[in-house]
């Protein structure tokens, strides 16, 4: 098996005005940043959502918490997949307790790692709220999981792949479709 | 490439690297044990056998707490209880319990050697939580932890370890990790307890008579529990142990002076080791054992169900890289 690049889904240009443009509709639809606080998703949402509370900074002069989760040790295929994954650490230093979190992930697709991800949150205390923001929908839910905040939305088949590759975590900026030939 | 591990039964055959890894693994389990909730349903539906054909309370407890948390159920064995005493043979014990398909087995035997021998004939993971007088590898990696949160590394400190060398797996343990990261080691105690052969057992250990000149620049030092019942006249009284070598402040300002003092536990004070040190800034005793269940979480977690710490991410595989 092999893959193949389609297309390119966003530019560098465009993942950062994607983002602007969520940065200020998460601040406008909290209505305001009282008690607001992002949480990456490991590992690709841990960029994005340091990148969205500098953004909010900019514009806002506020700070806004930021934490990561790890959501290995909550995931629904441990016993399927073999090999077990390496952990990594969750890093969230402030309580959630009465919070107004924002969940920030890559990519939204079956809906499996957000599930996770809330179990893993819900450990360390008791949100007030909880949202989901992703740059990236690309539909096939296997849940019940919308997110509140999208970047686009793009229309999928099974066999392809979204493949975001940011600056942090890859050396490269762009959002890509991918395809799976055998 | 890192060495897949499929038991734990010492520290001596584990690379650096191995070690490297089980610490770093067990900085997430660290930080969970502050957690208000402390159940994860990761192990869920696994079961842990622990077999203990030798009396131990807090190793056994910890186990029992780490697989509790990770959500696995346990099996105990206790010797004093079992068919052991009804002159049940190792094998046909280890037999028994793995025909009630555990997951893993936890094992601590007083023959050294023995989790060697149930390993090679069991098809399940086996985790040495202490064998004779040989090695009790969970220990020395939480010591390991300790040291490297305490100090910032792991590497190249001076270990003073006092007490039974000779009868202490903790010791011998700790001697093979910590030689593995360039450590200088000395070994004081009664000159019974602390053979010069020990200075074979691993690169950069010496064998000193005097507790003032084996604390003189130490960086680390682990004090051993000594059995009383090996304390006894004509060899050696306990008064004369407490004179000679009881780990006092007094004496610990002969160390460097940021020096941890670590102890295996269970600890008798005012015989091995002073209240005063005990309780004191420089201990890391309560650390030891917080560690402790982060070590044994991050070993029952990577064990059970094949882990590998080569294993590509299943979240960077193709198929998932978009969830």
């Known amino acids: 098996m092999r893959v193949v690049e389609k297309r390119q889904l966003l530019s560098a240009e465009e993942i950062n005005r994607t983002l602007q443009r969520l940065a200020h509709e998460l601040v406008e639809k909290s209505g305001g940043t009282k008690d607001l606080a992002l949480i990456g998703v490991r590992r690709r949402g841990v960029p994005l959502s340091q990148r969205l509370a500098k953004i909010i900074n900019a514009f806002a002069q506020v700070e806004i918490p930021v934490g990561t989760l790890d959501i290995t040790l909550y995931r629904d295929d441990l016993s399927t997949v073999g090999a077990q994954p390496v952990v990594h650490s969750t890093e969230i230093d402030f309580p959630v307790d009465n919070r107004d979190l924002v969940v920030v992930d890559d990519v939204l697709y079956t809906g499996r790692t957000i599930r996770a991800a809330m179990n893993g949150l819900f450990d360390l205390g008791r949100p007030r709220r909880v949202r989901l923001c992703v740059l990236i929908d690309r539909g096939h839910r296997e849940l019940p999981i919308e997110a509140s905040f999208i970047g686009r939305t793009v229309e999928t088949s099974d066999t392809e792949i979204v493949e975001v590759r940011l600056q942090e975590i890859d050396a490269e900026e762009r959002v890509m479709l991918v395809d799976r030939v055998s | ?323």
Not at chain 2, 20 to 47: D, M, N, S, V, Y
């Open chain 2, 1 to 323: 490439m890192l060495q897949r591990l499929q038991h734990l039964l010492g520290i001596e055959t584990l690379t650096r690297e191995q070690i490297l890894f089980i610490l770093e693994q067990a900085k997430p389990f660290q930080e969970f044990q502050r957690h208000p909730l402390k159940k994860l349903a990761t192990l869920r539906g696994k079961t842990v056998a622990i077999a203990f054909f030798e009396n131990s309370t807090r190793t056994r407890i910890s186990f029992a707490t780490a697989a509790a948390r990770l959500g696995a159920d346990t099996m105990n064995l206790q010797a004093e209880s079992s068919s052991v005493k009804k002159g049940e043979s190792l094998l046909d014990t280890v037999r028994t319990l793995e025909a009630m398909r555990p997951d893993a087995i936890v094992m601590r035997h007083s023959a050294s050697g023995a989790p060697y021998f149930v390993a090679e004939r069991l098809e399940i993971p086996v985790i040495n939580a202490g064998d004779g007088t040989h090695e009790h590898p969970t220990q020395a990696l939480l010591d390991a932890l300790t040291i490297r949160d305490r100090k910032g590394k792991l590497e190249g400190w001076n270990i003073t370890i006092l007490g039974d060398i000779l009868h202490s797996r903790v010791a011998r343990s700790n001697i093979h990790l910590l030689s593995k990261f360039g450590a200088h080691i000395t070994l004081c105690g009664p000159a019974m307890w602390v053979p010069r052969q020990l200075e074979s057992l691993a690169p950069g250990v010496r064998c000193v008579s005097r507790i003032e000149e084996a604390l003189d620049g130490a960086d680390v030092v682990m004090v051993l529990r000594v059995q009383t019942e090996r304390l006894h006249e004509p060899s050696l009284a306990a008064e004369e142990y407490i004179l000679l070598y009881q780990l006092t402040q007094e004496r610990l300002r002969l160390a460097n002076p940021d020096a941890l003092v670590l102890h295996p536990g269970p600890m008798i004070r005012g015989l091995e080791i002073d209240s005063a040190v005990a309780d004191g800034p420089q201990s890391g005793v309560l650390e030891q054992v917080t560690n402790g269940l982060a070590i044994r979480m991050a070993l029952l977690y990577h064990l059970i169900g094949g882990a590998a710490a080569d294993a590509p991410h299943p979240a960077k595989e193709r198929n998932n890289a978009s969830d």
